[in-house]
């Protein structure tokens, strides 16, 4: 019999968790684009530990015409350049691009679409993840599909918020 093996991965929040938004909700632009503390340092001890790297982010302010896809993929590739720099690897980038007072759609969180997309492309175990996000709408989308979501206080120091959770012996 042939055992499949599957992956591990540490799904990531955008705004809030990794980059730094207390001074403008809807960052769109590299010139706002500022990494919180902490965010390498845990990234590199989770690549290290052969976790892949997914980020799943709301982006309503393309549906609400406050910038555009082309934006949020400039953004993305920034964030993808920097983390390389430190020798880590994002595995990838998923995004929603609705928002609920314009449109509907299951791939905006709480719902679990582009959980589900990354899930199946990159054959992960989702008992073996985990999520991190700042709002109560990331951990309701990831544990819906049984992937242990981690709450952490917006735009703080990501290092020194996970040492206190179930994933902080991942971080030594």
Known sequence: MHVINKNKAIFLDRDGLINDNS?????????DFKLNPGVIECLK???NK?????VITNQGGIAKGRYTK??????????????????IQLQDIYYCPHHSDVSKCLCRKPDSLLFEKAIAKYNIDPTLSFMIGDSERDIIAS???GIKGIKVPSNGNLLESLRKTQIGSLLD
């Open 23 to 31: 001074i403008a909700y809807y960052i769109h632009k590299v010139s």
């Open 45 to 47: 001890a989770f690549y």
């Open 50 to 54: 052969a976790y892949l790297l997914i």
């Open 70 to 87: 082309g934006d949020v993929e400039i953004l993305n590739e920034h964030l993808k350049k920097l983390l390389h720099e430190d020798g």
């Open 143 to 145: 544990e819906n599909l």
